[in-house]
Each structure stands twice: as C-alpha cells, then as structure tokens.
C-alpha cells in the first residue's frame, strides 16, 4: 500500500520495494549548474521523465497552502485534504476545493509548462520520449499541450461519487448551485454549512450519491495502476529533471533517487536546495520558468 504523506516516518519496507528505491546509492558531491554539460545529456536521451511538483504552479500564481501564509481561512491543505475531514464536513471541505477550482479559472501556463508541453512535441517527432509525472492537481501541464502526464494525486477538475465509485471530469461552474458564490478565503468568512443533500451528486441514473473530488488526500492509497506505470517510466528513463518540487512529499520524493540510485543523470530545476539535491548530478537554482526553457530548447544537433 502506498500512501500519500507528507515525511518518510512511517514507511514501510513493502512500500520501499515497491518502487524499487536504491537508498544505499552513494551520495555525489555538489551537483553541477553547467548548462552546457546537462544540454548534452539531454541531446542523447531517447526517454525524458519530467517529475514537477507545487513551485511549477505557484510560477501561475496557484496557492499552494503551504509553508508561512499558506492558508485558506484558518486551514492548511493536509487539515481539510484528508479523509477525516470529508467525513466530519463535507460542506466545508468542498467550499475550500470549490474555491480552489474557482482561482484556476484565472490561472494560465507558466514558461516552464510550456516549455516542457513543447520539448514533448518537438521531441514524438524525432522518435523520442517526453513523460510527465506531476504531483499537481491543477490540469495546467494539460493546458499547456502537454499529452503523456501522470497525475498521480488526481485532478480537481474530476469527482468521484462516494456510492457507486464513478470518476468523471467536472468543469462546472461553480461545481453545484449552492456553492456559487462561497468558499472565501478570508479567515473571517463564516462556513457555508451547505446541506449534504445540496452539495454536488452523481448524475448517474439512479445514483444521486454524493461526489468528493478526486484528488489523493493526505492518508489514502495512490492509484496502484498510475504507480505502476509511473515505474515503468522510470525504469526506462535515460534522463530525469525534478522540477518545482520539494522532496519532502512522498512517495513522489523517492521517485528521482531512485532514478539517479542505477546512474542516469538527474537534474533539479527549484528555487533552493531540497533534501535530496545532493543525490543529483545537477541542480539549477532560480524560477522554473526561467531556468527550464532554456535546459529544454531545440540543441543544435537536432534533425527537425
């Protein structure tokens, strides 16, 4: 079972086995920023896993409640993102996710999406691979063009019906009429305490069972089929960049350890150190957006 958190405490040696992380891989030193050198690695790679996480959002402007400030009302996503706080108030837990569908409605693609939409593109042609692992829920790597994109905690522009199970896209809005209008964020606005029977429900015939997002809260299972795949890219990669993530939510903080653990070259793109920066052979410090277009743009040895 692997399950979403927010450290390692708590793994167990099953999960560790499970994607198959070379933990006992011998730590490099300082990683490289040389451009240059990482543009020739990407040159000769057939197979590019990008692994993207919450910086690459918070470049458009996506709160990411996290860290100094990082809160909706009085709350921090893992105090509402969970299971438990679901089932204790699904009123509230669906204004905090309305709201957060609402802001995406002004939010575009960064450089750094876009960058890595069209490096996809450019790349299918030359027989070459691009694939997108994102711990994001916000759909803008779809936005972007991107096509090959695991999300692995799952979208918030899906619902899932609590009763029959049903997984469904959802870009209404807002998502059900009782939520037009709430989810402020300020720490003074007052719970809506809409009824249970008023918020969103599955429209399948004879369902009416009421709908959560489908997103992976913090404590539950990640999608065992999207893991899976997600191995199997890995395994496969010739060249690997971390980008706009802090390596501190796991499982997905293994995943490029356990890329650089068999050897092939990791890049980090984020704005600071992380905890596994020095298991990488490059790190290259600053926004996403400006360090990623240039890392990913057409080498001069490229047949177009």
Partial sequence: MIVRQLTCRGLTSQLCAAVRLNWSAPKMARPSSNLTEFREH???AKHIAIITGAGVSAESGVPTFRG???YWRKWQAQDLATPEAFSRD?????????????VMRSKMPNPA????????SRLSKQGRSVVIITQNIDELHHTAGSKHVYEIHGSLFKTRCMSCGEVKANHKS?????LEGKGEPDPSAKDARIPVEHLPRCDRSGCNGLLRPHVVWFGETLDSDILTAVEQELEICDLCLIVGTSSVVYPAAMFAPQVAGRGVPVAEFNMEYTPATKRFKYHFE?????????AL???ESEVI
Avoid at 174 to 178: L, Q
């Fill in 42 to 44: 990407f040159a000769k």
């Fill in 68 to 70: 100094q400030g990082g």
């Fill in 90 to 102: 699904p009123s509230l837990v669906w204004e905090f996710y309305h709201y957060r569908r609402e």
């Fill in 113 to 120: 999406h876009l960058a890595i939409a069209e490096c996809e």
């Fill in 174 to 178: 807002p998502i059900c009429p009782a």
């Fill in 286 to 294: 600053g926004p996403c957006g400006v360090t990623l277009p240039p």
């Fill in 297 to 299: 743009e057409c080498h």
